[in-house]
């Protein structure tokens, strides 16, 4: 077996225990994960597992990198909820990943929603002279996004705290604090219940080496404890003294994973425990237009 396909077998044994086994998708789910451009790589690359039974086959076939095709598995894994890949044992590679009940779902759900999207927009191009296509969808760079319902508001000097709860039920004790000007909070119509996006920088979240709470935070709110999934040691320069830092894939408690950086030379591997950190003025907030 490659290191390659070692090392894919060895994230899909930590990605075990990340959300509840077997889970099933709810609407919401389906909503979330398919939120975006129907032609999303991120479905082609679960395609492409489901065909080949391997995360580095299907980077391949889509023609991304392997660490690309787990940003995406990880990504589409938050917004649905529930766990979309798992290990495969046996077979002439020693084992390779598979797609959930869920997965498949996901995957069904994504050729009638673009079955019925290539339909409308025949018959609106069909119906209106030079009709452009509308944005049905949303791409970003920032590879932390969390489908959240908004908590509370509150006024802090001069601007306001947007409290968000994650929408999963397995992250429903989970939030995380976002400052917004006035106009942003009146344009966005943000009021207790309203489902919204949170989105940030990979280069906004600091990860602090250790079990104990760190004593240098700057902040008392956006910060928790989780566990390194990956790690890739000078990945980026994200720092004004222009370091090269460690980047690190980590788990929360309750299932999501979020990106950040370490300091230079961290030394962090699989399983370690580490602490994240997030301004309020980094995090985003979307709302669907409608």
Same mark, same amino acid.
Not at 51 to 61: C, K, L, N, V
Not at 170 to 176: E, F, L
């Given at each position: 077996m490659s290191d390659t396909e070692n090392f894919e077998? /060895?994230?899909?044994? &930590? $990605?075990?225990?990340?959300? *509840?086994?077997g889970g099933a998708l709810s609407s919401g789910s389906v909503s979330q994960a398919l939120g975006y451009d129907m032609a999303d790589r991120r479905i082609a690359i679960l395609r492409g597992i489901a065909?080949?039974?391997?995360?580095?086959?299907?980077?391949?076939?889509v023609g991304v990198s392997y660490k690309a095709a787990w940003q995406a598995i990880d990504t589409l894994t938050n917004l649905a909820g529930v766990p979309l890949v798992e290990r495969s044992v046996g077979g002439?590679?020693?084992?390779? $990943?598979?797609?959930?009940?869920?997965? /498949?779902?996901?995957?069904?759900?994504?050729?009638? &929603? &673009?079955?019925?999207?290539?339909?409308?927009?025949?018959?609106?191009? $069909?119906?209106?002279?030079?009709?452009?296509? @509308?944005?049905l969808g949303l791409m970003t760079s920032m590879r932390n996004q969390w489908p959240c319902t908004v908590l509370k508001v509150e006024s802090i000097g001069?601007?306001?705290r947007v409290w968000l709860r994650a929408a999963s039920d397995?992250?429903?004790?989970?939030?995380?604090a976002a400052r917004i000007t006035p106009e942003s909070y009146e344009l966005l119509g943000l009021a207790p219940?309203?489902?919204?996006?949170?989105?940030?920088?990979?280069?906004?979240?600091? *990860?602090?080496?250790?079990?104990?709470?760190?004593?240098?935070?700057?902040?008392?709110?956006?910060?928790? @404890?989780?566990?390194?999934?990956?790690?890739?040691?000078?990945?980026?320069?994200?720092t004004e003294e222009s370091q090269a830092c460690d980047e690190a894939i980590c788990r929360l408690s309750w299932g999501a994973q979020i990106v950040g950086f370490a300091p230079a030379m961290s030394a962090l591997v699989a399983n370690d425990n580490v602490w994240l950190e997030v301004a309020e003025s980094a995090v985003v907030v979307a709302v669907a237009s409608h």
């Open positions: 077998q /060895e994230q899909l044994d &930590m $990605a075990g225990d990340e959300l *509840v086994p065909q080949s039974g391997s995360i580095s086959q299907a980077a391949r076939d002439t590679g020693g084992g390779g $990943a598979q797609i959930t009940p869920a997965g /498949e779902e996901l995957l069904h759900a994504a050729e009638a &929603m &673009m079955r019925l999207r290539t339909e409308l927009l025949q018959r609106m191009q $069909a119906g209106t002279p030079g009709g452009g296509q @509308p944005n001069g601007q306001i397995a992250g429903s004790d989970w939030t995380i219940g309203v489902q919204v996006l949170a989105l940030c920088k990979a280069t906004a979240v600091k *990860v602090w080496p250790g079990q104990e709470r760190p004593a240098a935070s700057a902040q008392p709110i956006n910060i928790w @404890p989780a566990v390194v999934q990956r790690a890739t040691y000078g990945a980026a320069t994200v």
